[in-house]
């Protein structure tokens, strides 16, 4: 298991310093540099009263995201950095990777299947699902189970673990 992490590690690596990250869509903000979002200090004012530009100020400017885009903001972030991730865009292509860089309008995945790494706008994304499947060896695709899949297999197992037993002594205490 050490020496799978590792590996994993050493490839996320390797493909972070020899690739270039390919755009999906445009981003529409451009770099601000770090003098020209410092406040002056006006003349005569007391520098108590100056307030140091901070986090919450810019996020209030900011205009209002779309509730599907926050959505998906929110499950890249639970899903967490170098964390396997399964991202479904709306053009219909879906991309499998592991988290390399989240921020506030884009997030980058390092690709599993292309062996390159992805920036993608959260406005391009579909739906995300953590983790990923295996791939199918009659197509040649990955596959992975929905959660509703999941969830019937395991009540099935349940129900054979406790339930047939439950049952069957219940039939013969007679």
Do not use: W
């Not at 520098?47 to 209030?60: H, I, K, L, M």
């Not at 479904?88 to 995945?109: Q, S």
């Not at 706008?121 to 699902?129: F, G, M, S």
């Amino acid at each position: 298991m050490k020496r799978s992490c590792l590996s994993i590690f050493t490839v996320l690596g390797l493909l972070l310093t020899q690739l270039q990250p390919v755009v999906f869509g445009q981003s529409t903000q451009t770099a601000v540099p770090a003098a020209q979002t410092a406040r002056a200090i006006e003349p005569g004012s007391a520098v108590g009263n100056v307030q140091p530009p901070s986090v919450n100020r810019t996020t209030q400017n900011a205009p209002a995201l779309d509730p599907a885009v926050e959505k998906v903001r929110r499950s890249v972030e639970k899903t967490g950095m170098a964390q396997k991730i399964t991202v479904f865009l709306k053009n219909g292509d879906a991309l499998h990777g592991a988290v390399t860089k989240i921020d506030r309008d884009e997030f980058a995945i390092a690709e599993v299947d292309f062996q390159r790494i992805f920036t993608i706008q959260y406005k391009d994304v579909k739906k995300t699902r953590s983790g990923y499947g295996e791939i199918n060896l009659l197509t040649g695709k990955r596959v992975s189970q929905p959660k509703g899949v999941r969830i019937g297999v395991m009540a099935g197992l349940l129900f054979l673990i406790i339930g047939l037993p439950a049952i069957v002594l219940a039939n013969t205490k007679d």
